[in-house]
């Protein structure tokens, strides 16, 4: 079994700030790639931002310029410090691992169950 839990969600006023958290658990031995994705209220999920284990990184047009994606291989945690938040940026955040290697199998994507973020004016 593999586990995404994100943290760091919450409620917060346009232009302000918030980091997002994600960490994995499970027989884990390595993870090819993690990262974001957002969906807003009716709409399609998009992606935010993915980082490899090595260390590349993919930005979608989400949050471009204002978002930063980072690492902790060692605890498979993955993180998203989102900036200057704009009230288009209000969505579901959710964790994505590709590429899991376990004890048992090499698979994915795994989601976890997001987040919340909300900007308010």
């Known amino acids: 079994q593999v586990h995404l839990v994100e943290s760091g969600g919450g409620l917060v006023q346009a232009g302000g700030s918030l980091r997002l958290s994600c960490a994995a658990s499970?027989?884990?031995?390595?993870?090819?790639?993690m990262g974001w994705y957002h969906q807003a209220p009716g709409k399609e999920r998009e992606l935010v931002a993915v980082?490899?284990?090595?260390?590349?990184?993919k930005y979608g047009d989400v949050g471009k310029g204002r978002f930063t994606i980072s690492q902790d291989d060692a605890k498979k945690t993955v993180y998203l410090e989102m900036n200057s938040l704009e009230l288009e940026d209000t969505a579901v955040y959710y964790c994505?691992?590709?590429?899991?290697?376990?004890?048992?199998?090499?698979?994915?994507?795994?989601w976890g169950q997001g987040t919340q973020v909300t900007v308010s004016s």
């Open positions: 499970g027989s884990i031995s390595s993870i090819n790639v």
């Open positions: 994505y691992a590709a590429g899991v290697v376990t004890t048992e199998f090499y698979g994915g994507p795994f």
């Open positions: 980082i490899s284990r090595t260390g590349s990184i």
